[in-house]
């Protein structure tokens, strides 16, 4: 939150701020799994600032999955981003809310899919 009020005194308002929280970046596998497991309660510490995810096609992705080439990662990529965007007491609608992502339209579908689920009466 500090980086948050340093950006606000430097005129950067709130509405524009994200965070990045920097998956597959400086982690190991554990970290970035950890990471995605407790995204709610990361974005809770950040004041609920809004949060982008890239976890797109990671190395720590291709580890898991037996060391898959970058474009054989987007089925393991769906999956963290299924991970990023659930929540559990976040107190907002999700716990994670921008992906980026290389293959749109099958994490798109995914993700519509998911909502569904998850919005059933």
């Known amino acids: 939150m500090q980086r948050s009020a340093a950006a606000e005194a430097a ?3 709130r509405w524009l701020q994200v ?13 970035n799994l950890s ?8 974005r809770q510490s950040c004041d609920n600032l809004p949060f982008l995810f890239g976890p797109s ?3 720590f992705i291709g580890k898991i999955v037996g060391g898959a080439d970058p ?3 987007d089925y393991g990529t769906i999956a963290a981003c299924l991970a990023s965007i659930q929540h559990n007491d976040c107190g907002n609608n999700e716990a994670c ?3 980026r992502v ?5 994490v798109k579908q995914a993700v519509l899919v998911y909502e569904a689920i998850r919005n059933v009466k």
Do not use: C, Q, S, Y
């Not at 965070?19 to 970290?31: H, L, M, R, S, Y």
């Not at 290389?102 to 099958?106: E, M, P, R, T």
């Open 11 to 13: 005129g950067i308002p």
């Open 19 to 31: 965070v990045d929280p920097g998956i597959g970046f400086a982690k190991d596998i554990d970290g």
């Open 35 to 42: 990471l995605l497991k407790g995204v709610d309660t990361l």
């Open 57 to 59: 096609r990671k190395g």
């Open 71 to 73: 474009e054989e990662r």
């Open 97 to 99: 809310n921008m992906l």
């Open 102 to 106: 290389h293959n749109v339209k099958a």
